[in-house]
């Protein structure tokens, strides 16, 4: 049963630290996105990647944030330092990017950052 | 990408049809309206999706109207692990960005 894996899947931090999150899409998926979803803001949109490569990450903030796809079958969000307003789950979805496609989501990495 | 328009909340009793409506008048000839559901603390799901024609599948049918402008999710038999928060999506060929609106809060009711 293909599904889109996200690591860790609950996580707490204090201020200031370095979080890394994994997820490892659907194998043969082009297409990775991140969201972010709080009660406040709801699902966002933070970033995307086809072929590895960023085509927007308008959503994400540049300061801290940074996403990248080492390679096809890995893509990393990292949040660096870390800030209490970062608390949230982060999602990642894949699909194959092309007309019509549908997108896939994992089950998330909760965020606590005290 | 179009905006969407889906009522806050809704309730439906099991066993009945739950009709859910989306409004996304200023669709374009080639973005998909797509359905995604998300059930407290997981990730959203997929459902179904269309271009101009009707669909069904084992979940859900999607009903477009003629003009595009709205469409309605139809879940013909709901129980009351359908009951989860409902997302439709507006989408154009080629962009790959799906945004997400604030969605219709399913309750189905025992």
């Known amino acids: 049963d293909a599904r889109v894996t996200q690591t860790p899947r609950h996580k707490v931090t204090e201020m200031g630290q370095e979080v890394t999150m994994r997820c490892q899409p659907i194998l043969g998926h082009n297409t990775v996105f991140w969201y972010r979803q709080t009660m406040m803001q709801g699902l966002e949109l933070l970033a995307y990647f086809r072929n590895r490569a960023p085509l927007d990450d308008s959503g994400m903030p540049k300061d801290r944030f940074s996403a990248e796809m080492p390679d096809a079958t890995l893509a990393t969000l990292k949040i660096q330092p870390s800030e209490p307003r970062d608390s949230a789950v982060y999602f990642c979805?894949?699909?194959?990017?092309?007309?019509?496609?549908?997108?896939?989501f994992g089950e998330g990495s909760w965020l606590t950052v005290v | 990408d179009a905006k969407t328009t889906q009522p806050p909340s809704m309730d439906c009793a099991e066993g009945r049809a739950a009709n859910l409506p989306c409004n996304h008048s200023?669709?374009?000839?080639?973005?998909?309206v797509y359905w995604y559901r998300q059930i407290h603390s997981q990730g959203p799901q997929y459902i179904i999706h269309g271009l101009k024609n009707n669909e069904t599948n084992e979940m859900a049918s999607l009903i477009i109207t003629e003009d595009r402008k709205s469409s309605t999710l139809i879940l013909p038999h709901a129980t009351l692990r359908d009951t989860a928060v409902y997302y439709c999506i507006v989408s154009k060929t080629g962009t790959y960005k799906y945004i997400f609106g604030t969605g219709t809060r399913l309750k189905v009711l025992a």
């Open positions: 200023t669709i374009s000839g080639n973005e998909y």
């Open positions: 979805a894949s699909g194959l990017g092309h007309s019509g496609n549908t997108i896939y």
